[in-house]
């Protein structure tokens, strides 16, 4: 059985409210074409389909048109499981029209898919937290485990134990559900988990949103499965193996960069190869980069509109960085846009200043002005203009006179 493992899709994310779906869209289209090409039995996809529990309506446009194209009406199963960044009923909302097209979408660690045949294979047995499937004769047992939130985890713990399982850590709960799970592997079936959490001692990136803060929904890499054969892991944006793990536990990463954290290396899938009995054989898939992010480091005001003039057709977000010890005018920031479009940031890095910290302590006794003056020199690197705290002062004024009127 050959199968493909992607995830973090996050359909319909925005850099800094510049969107990318036309890269999605591009994303997409390579992945069908690699599956075809790569005789795919079975893709999954490991969790934050989409960027938000409320996407966009292209951004789930373009997941029913991937799923019905990656599925090629039933001819390769495709198991999608949801994310923290999705929202779980309504990601498989559309689960009645997915089977059909061999499809199996699972929300929540309480999840479980249908049994029957669906296109080419069967979902021989099925129940909360596992699905056994036949595909082209061989069959495969897989631990599923839609994104286990604190709460959804506890809805599938035992009730009479409630009081000494709430005792434990997060990870030990989650280690014994992969262990009580684990049960249903046999000698003769191809073992597998899915799963969408952040195991300890991963490679984290800014744009994945802790799953939770204080990060106290970490899993032990012990805590996974030991009898897997392999285990498809989503929320880490960066590709890589799980560290520590005594099993090949691995994160496929977001195919996108999805921050400028993300831009020193290649985003991929994984194309694994599986018997019962045996280890195994695991390859990177890397996908194209279709509009990379770059961080342009300018040595002054001019030598970022040249860099803008020079480099208008090139196809990348950018990040600029201009060394200066004034302030970039609006006329310059303009020039640099209309040269080079999508600039996602101008950055003044002001020689030998250090980081300005913004107090908000003291909030309270500060006038208006001087509140918005280290504001502005906490934003922007440099102390605002005359007009700028003229126009600022009017409108605050303006306000001011707005809200004794209401
Ligand atoms: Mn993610």
Request: aromatic fraction near 8%; glycine fraction near 6%; charged fraction near 30%.
């Amino acid at each position: 059985m050959r199968i493909l493992h992607t995830s973090d899709w996050h359909l319909g994310k925005t850099l800094e409210g510049f969107s990318r779906l036309e890269e999605q869209v591009l994303f997409i289209e390579e992945l069908i074409e690699k599956v075809e090409e790569n005789n795919i039995d079975l893709v999954i996809i490991a969790g934050d389909v989409y960027d938000n529990g409320n996407p966009p309506a292209r951004a789930e446009n373009l997941f029913y048109n991937a799923l019905k194209r990656i599925s090629g009406g039933g001819k390769r199963a495709v198991l999608v499981i949801a994310g923290n960044h999705d929202n779980p009923e309504r990601l498989v909302a559309a689960s009645p029209l997915a089977y059909e097209h061999g499809v199996i979408m699972l929300g929540t660690p309480k999840s479980c898919a249908l049994t029957g045949k669906f296109g080419n294979f069967e979902i021989v047995e099925a129940g909360e937290g596992f699905v056994e499937i036949e595909i082209n004769k061989e069959r495969a047992v897989i631990i599923t485990l839609p994104y286990p939130s604190e709460k959804r985890l506890n809805e599938i713990l035992s009730e009479e134990l409630e009081e000494t399982e709430r005792r434990k850590s997060y990870s030990e709960r989650v280690g014994e559900i992969f262990n009580r799970l684990s049960e249903r592997y046999r000698e003769d079936t191809i073992n597998l988990a899915v799963s969408h959490i952040f195991v300890a001692g991963g490679e984290s990136s800014d744009s994945e949103r802790p799953i939770q803060l204080g990060g106290s929904l970490t899993v032990d890499a012990q805590a996974l499965p030991k009898k897997a054969q392999y285990i498809a892991l989503g929320h880490l944006h960066r590709p890589q193996r799980v560290y520590g793990a005594d099993v090949d536990a691995y994160y496929a990463g977001s195919p996108l960069q999805y921050s400028k954290s993300e831009i020193n290396y290649s985003k991929c899938g994984y194309i694994v190869d599986l018997r019962a009995g045996e280890k195994a054989q695991i390859q990177q898939l890397f996908f194209k980069n279709h509009k990379p992010i770059e961080i342009w480091k300018c040595q002054s005001v001019e030598a970022a509109v040249e860099k803008c003039r020079e480099n208008s057709e090139k196809n990348v977000w950018v990040y600029m960085e201009i060394k200066t010890d004034k302030f970039i005018t609006q006329e310059n920031i303009k020039l640099m846009k209309e040269l080079k479009k999508d600039i996602i940031e101008i950055l003044p890095i002001i020689d030998g200043q250090d980081e300005v910290a913004f107090d908000y302590e003291t909030l309270s006794e500060k006038s208006m002005s001087d509140m918005f003056k280290e504001f502005y020199l906490k934003e922007r690197k440099v102390e605002p203009s005359s007009e700028i705290m003229d126009l600022f002062l009017r409108i605050a004024q303006e306000e001011e006179g707005d809200a004794s009127e209401a």
